[in-house]
């Protein structure tokens, strides 16, 4: 009963492939987000969801594309495949208002 | 320049030594979060701070809003400890902007 669980754990893939990341939580809340972590250890929003809407979308290319069929669940499609997209990727929620973020076991994303 | 800072970026210490791992923040925020990430990956949420101090176990955390800026400090440490620390800010919307991390390694 993970609060907050991301499949797929691993995933490698070459170059120019389409992949998707899914994501669920179980707690309730109602924003959820996702994360990029680089090499460096560096976090960075990617995207927000609240209640299925979009609230956040930073500069991110538009091969990354979320899609919320409801609250409690956001996934991640990446068209194209890029070396510079090999990262972790950190799905997270929080309910508005409330205290503390709670995130995913991450997805390790390597394009080969 | 980013708007968390966190100093040291890593420290090394001994078992049962004090650490301190500080934070530094150029915006306005709502909230203040201290995240722990071990070697294996997960993120974990240690504590979410708005003014203050709060204590979890070994754990302290203290923020001081009108220096912007925030503590961890963990007493008698423990190699178990060892792990990359995030400090993360909270603005006006539901965003978590992120310091850099400290990575703490502590020797038996």
């Known amino acids: 009963d993970t609060a907050v669980s991301q499949t797929p754990k691993y995933l490698v893939t070459q170059m120019g492939n389409d992949k998707s990341i899914k994501c669920e939580q179980n707690?309730?809340?109602?924003?959820m987000y996702w994360y990029k972590q680089d090499s460096k250890k560096f976090l960075k929003i990617m995207f927000s969801?609240?209640?299925?809407?979009?609230?956040i979308n930073e500069t991110v290319p538009n091969r990354f594309s979320p899609k919320s069929p409801d609250k409690a669940h956001l996934n991640l499609h990446i068209n194209s495949l890029e070396l510079g997209d090999s990262a972790v990727y950190f799905c997270?929620?929080?309910?508005?208002?409330?205290?503390?973020?709670?995130f995913g076991s991450g997805t390790r994303l390597t394009v080969v | 320049k980013n708007e968390v800072e966190q100093s040291p970026q890593n420290l090394t210490a001994q078992e049962g030594e004090f650490i301190t791992i500080n934070c530094s923040y150029s915006?306005?925020?709502?909230?203040l979060h201290w995240l722990q990430q071990h070697p294996g990956g997960g993120i974990v949420s240690l504590f979410m701070?708005?003014?203050g101090k709060k204590k979890h176990g070994r754990l302290i955390a203290t923020i001081n809003i009108q220096e912007k800026h925030s503590s961890l400090h963990i007493t008698a440490s423990h190699p178990r400890d060892s792990a990359v620390y995030i400090c993360a800010v909270k603005g006006s919307g539901s965003r978590l902007t992120f310091g850099e991390g400290t990575q703490l390694t502590v020797n038996p």
């Open positions: 969801y609240n209640n299925k809407e979009l609230i």
């Open positions: 997270a929620s929080s309910l508005e208002g409330a205290s503390g973020y709670t």
């Open positions: 701070l708005s003014s």
């Open positions: 915006v306005g925020i709502s909230a």
């Open positions: 707690l309730g809340h109602d924003t």
